[in-house]
């Protein structure tokens, strides 16, 4: 029997060819969900004669709206719906059945049913017992696939156990990653809604920040109830890059038998942080002796053998650590002295010390939006580099190591002399445009001189395309800093290298509307899990939630060190780097394949 499906857009084509025993769909408002369902659910019957096949959403008049109506007309002449059983029948002997479970206890009636295939629509809207009394069904002696379709956006009674299935990927011994699949759609996927309903989308973009980014973006980490709503993991979380070795280095732990959770901090001189490493450990993920945890010489163990060689400032605990144990008169503390890690206490007050976390979260000195000084200052940073290196590589190639010094020395006064222009250009746009091109003109008229003396008409065409390079980038790099429409068209003209590596700038680089204080690494999973996932306390909602307690520990460690840097008396003050005390050298590039020289780097 020829059905025509339609035109599926690629992330509907996407769930149509998945082959897991757990699909889920989605994410986002607008994404083609509902249509999905009932193409696949009937292209299912179609292809299997004999399937038994079940559409369940939490309500009947959702299942009547969104699936039975639509169904009836679409499948006209090609399968009969019977009104007394809620299902269709199509001529091979298939049928879809459709449910809904509006309380907890109706999943109940599915008890000793099978099903080949189930679909489980918005399946936010449905308890983990619901989902888990539903597997069960999944069964068959055929040869049919056996698999269960979900769609899914966040919120809902049913965010955690779609969220720890299908995004954080986060498994019980049971169940098997390769069993779970998302298709990640919004509703810029949907072509057919984007054309006949532009002001369904206006509308999600126009929504509050948190609603859309859950409604129109599918954001995992935005929830009724969250305690950091400002957490993005597009402005918190980045990924691994290289830490300059004069940063200050912190570990804050929560200890436990139930859980070891210790955070590596590293801090520049403006106060910003990032969270670089993380040791995850406890009787609540089965790790420790016997899958019970880590006493306190083992967590000791433990946790300098994470550290490795960084050289620690401070090992930072909260005070209950200091309380004496009955059963040796020590207190944990003591014990982990006695084995090797000396413990600074930190504050004891809860709200504070997530007010101290949010201030981290939040847009700090040196973070404030794009646009702000901060960028600008990353932009000439980098441009007073290759000052430096160029200045200083060009000299080097002249003379001994007089000459070399006194390269060394005119670079350090360049610097200076624009750091001071860079003060005074704090006036104004137009000032601030100025010192950047005073630099970009150095920076070509050197670079061109420099090769000039050492070749013919190819040296000089190579070098004035370097510098025309050089000058196009820190030109898209000044634009981005403005979050303009022009950054977005210059970028696209100029998807050539960067003449600075990324990894040697000095400050956590944020990608987003804003840069943060605190950054982390993207492989801190457990932090990156469990932080967004907290909820405010009913009964006191200035505070976090101390419930579910397996989300608490790295949240915990992570306020214990933003209440150590947040009070007075051990804050340390913010370093001022001094350029005059630096010694410069400098590592030269291999040719490239053009003939170009590489990426140079000052050391």
Not at 116 to 141: H, K, N, P, S, Y
Not at 391 to 396: F, I, P
Not at 490 to 512: D, F
Request: charged share 30%.
């Amino acid at each position: 029997m020829q059905w025509d499906i339609g035109k599926p857009n690629p992330r509907q084509i996407e769930f149509f060819k998945a082959r897991a025993r757990f699909i889920a769909y989605g994410g986002a408002r607008g994404g083609g969900k509902s249509w999905a369902v009932r193409k696949k659910a009937a292209g299912l019957a179609l292809s299997y004669p004999g399937a038994s096949i079940l559409i369940v959403r939490r309500t009947f008049p959702e299942l009547r709206e969104n699936h039975i109506l639509p169904m009836t007309a679409d499948l006209a002449g090609v399968a009969r719906y019977r009104d007394a059983d809620k299902s269709f029948t199509f001529p091979g002997g298939s049928r879809i059945v459709f449910g809904y479970c509006s309380s907890e206890s109706d999943v109940l009636q599915y008890q000793g049913q099978e099903y080949d295939v189930i679909f489980m629509d918005e399946a936010t809207q449905f308890t983990e017992f619901q989902f888990t009394t539903l597997t069960a069904c999944l069964r068959g002696a055929n040869d049919f696939p056996k698999r269960f379709y979900l769609t899914c956006n966040p919120g809902g009674v049913g965010h955690a156990w779609v969220k720890r299935l299908f995004i954080d990927r986060r498994y019980k011994k049971t169940e098997h990653p390769e069993d779970y699949v998302f298709i990640a759609a919004n509703v810029y996927d949907n072509h057919a809604l984007m054309a006949h309903d532009p002001d369904y989308v206006r509308m999600l973009e126009n929504l509050p920040e948190e609603q859309r980014r859950a409604w129109l973006l599918g954001q995992w980490d935005i929830f009724e109830g969250q305690y950091f709503a400002e957490f993005d993991r597009n402005v918190h979380v980045c990924r691994p890059h290289g830490i300059p070795a004069h940063w200050r280095r912190y570990v804050t732990l929560d200890y436990g038998m139930d859980m070891l959770a210790a955070l590596w901090v590293a801090v520049d001189e403006q106060g910003r942080a990032v969270v670089y490493k993380e040791l995850y450990e406890g009787r609540d993920n089965g790790k420790g002796e016997n899958g019970q945890g880590h006493i306190i010489s083992a967590a000791a163990r433990r946790l300098l053998e994470a550290n490795g060689g960084d050289e620690v400032q401070a090992w930072l605990a909260p005070p209950d650590l200091w309380n004496r144990r009955q059963d040796t008169g020590k207190s944990a503390a003591e014990l982990f002295l006695e084995n090797g890690v000396p413990l600074t206490k930190t504050g004891n007050s809860r709200v504070a010390g997530w007010l101290a976390v949010r201030e981290f979260l939040a847009p700090g000195p040196g973070g404030q939006a794009r646009g702000g000084e901060a960028a600008r200052a990353q932009a000439r940073d980098r441009a007073r580099r290759f000052c430096v290196q160029n200045r200083v590589e060009n000299e080097e190639a002249r003379g001994g190591e007089a000459t070399r010094a006194q390269a060394r020395d005119r670079a350090r006064r360049f610097c200076v002399q624009n750091r001071v222009e860079d003060e005074e250009a704090r006036g104004g746009e137009a000032a601030r445009a100025q010192a950047r091109d005073r630099v970009r003109r150095f920076c070509v008229q050197n670079r061109v001189e420099n090769e000039e003396a050492r070749g013919g008409e190819a040296a000089r065409a190579q070098a004035r395309d370097r510098a025309r390079r050089f000058c196009v980038q820190n030109r898209v790099e000044d634009e981005e800093a403005r979050g303009g429409e022009a950054a977005q068209t210059l970028r696209l003209r100029t998807s050539g290298p960067a003449l600075c590596s990324e990894t040697e700038a000095e400050a956590p680089q944020a990608s987003g509307p804003a840069l943060p204080r605190l950054r982390i690494f993207d492989t801190c999973a457990n932090l990156i899990r469990t932080l967004p996932a907290l909820r405010h306390d009913e009964r006191k909602p200035e505070d976090a939630a101390v419930t579910p307690h397996e989300l608490t520990h790295a949240p915990d460690a992570l306020r214990g060190f933003c209440t150590y840097w947040s009070t007075a008396a051990h804050a340390p003050e913010a370093a001022v780097h001094d350029i005059l005390r630096d010694d410069f050298s400098i590592k030269k590039p291999m040719a490239g394949p053009l003939g170009q020289g590489g990426k140079y780097h000052v050391i």
